[in-house]
């Protein structure tokens, strides 16, 4: 293959036309900034959530804003759940090109007062989720010899943090996952990568308190909390441009590296 035709303008590759992708957690948060931003790129978007109400509104919120989306319920600890959801999606559409693993909770404490239950909830719905829901996704890609998976991981992961060891682990576990799935699909023309997103301005983070909050500002060297956009920004260049790029993880923290 000349180098001419792989090193296609790079603009052209944002275009997600007729792509599909599925964001978990899309019902709210930084995974539905993450599904409007591929719908905004082209791409339809299964917004999948394990709200209802929430996996809905967005859904149809979307649809108002001119693109195609299919809402579908599921929670991701479930592989029942999950084979429902990606049949329901191939019956749609038949097809599935982007996978967003978005979905995640924190249960934070520190490491000697930490629950086994919380430890285990948080293993089971940031990492375990990972490898339940990749396995029917990944079979649909092979079959079509191409697709995009993108982990939301966190810094935390990359770093550590005070009070977050489950959370820490479940995403060192998922960079880990990341890095070998694409080693196994690359053969099939599947990217596997992860974004490691520093403090973003969530639900997830307010649940902090203000205190906490203005300590972390402290920290961060561009001196403001991420906005989900930011997130969704990398996001797009994995499933677009970035079709060279796999097994990577890339930092969206405002340069909070410690
Ligand atoms: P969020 O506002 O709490 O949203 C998370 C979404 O995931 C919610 O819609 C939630 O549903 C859904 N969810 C939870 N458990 C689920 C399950 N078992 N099955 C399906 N959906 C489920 O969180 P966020 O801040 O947007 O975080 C999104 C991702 O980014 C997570 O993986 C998180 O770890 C990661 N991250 C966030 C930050 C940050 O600063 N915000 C930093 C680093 C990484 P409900 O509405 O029912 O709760």
Redesign the pocket.
């Known amino acids: 293959m000349s180098t001419e035709v792989m090193c296609e303008k790079q603009a052209d590759k944002f275009k997600l036309k007729d792509q599909v992708a599925l964001v978990?957690?899309?019902?709210?948060?930084?995974?539905?900034?993450i599904a409007e931003s591929l719908m905004a790129a082209g791409a339809k978007v299964v917004i999948?959530?394990?709200?209802e109400e929430?996996?809905k509104k967005t859904a149809s919120e979307l649809k108002e804003m001119g693109g195609e989306t299919l809402s579908v319920v599921?929670?991701?600890?479930?592989s029942e759940?999950i084979e429902k959801m990606v049949e329901k999606i191939m019956s749609e559409w038949g097809r599935i090109d982007v996978l967003v693993?978005?979905?995640?909770?924190?249960r934070d404490n520190l490491y000697m007062r930490m629950s086994e239950q919380d430890w285990q909830a948080v293993i089971?719905?940031?990492l375990s989720?990972a490898f339940k829901v990749t396995k029917p996704v990944i079979k649909v890609m092979s079959k079509q010899r191409s697709g995009r998976i993108i982990n939301?991981?966190?810094?935390?992961?990359v770093h550590g943090n005070f009070g977050q060891v489950n959370?820490a682990a479940?995403?060192a576990g998922l960079i880990g996952f990341t890095k070998t799935v694409a080693l196994e699909y690359a053969s099939r023309n599947i990217t596997s990568n992860a974004v490691?997103?520093?403090?973003?301005?969530?639900?997830?983070?307010r649940?902090l308190g203000e205190e906490n909050v203005n300590k972390i500002l402290e920290r961060i060297p561009l001196k403001r909390?991420?906005c989900?956009e930011d997130?969704a920004n990398a996001v797009l260049f994995f499933a677009g441009p970035g079709s060279y790029v796999t097994g990577q993880v890339l930092e969206v923290n405002g340069g909070l590296y410690t």
């Open positions: 978990t957690g899309s019902g709210r948060g930084i995974g539905r900034s999948s959530d394990i709200n929430t996996c599921c929670d991701v600890t479930n759940s693993n978005n979905a995640g909770i924190t089971d719905t940031n989720s939301i991981a966190s810094t935390t992961g959370y479940a995403k490691a997103p520093g403090f973003i301005d969530t639900d997830m983070t649940a909390m991420g989900p997130i």
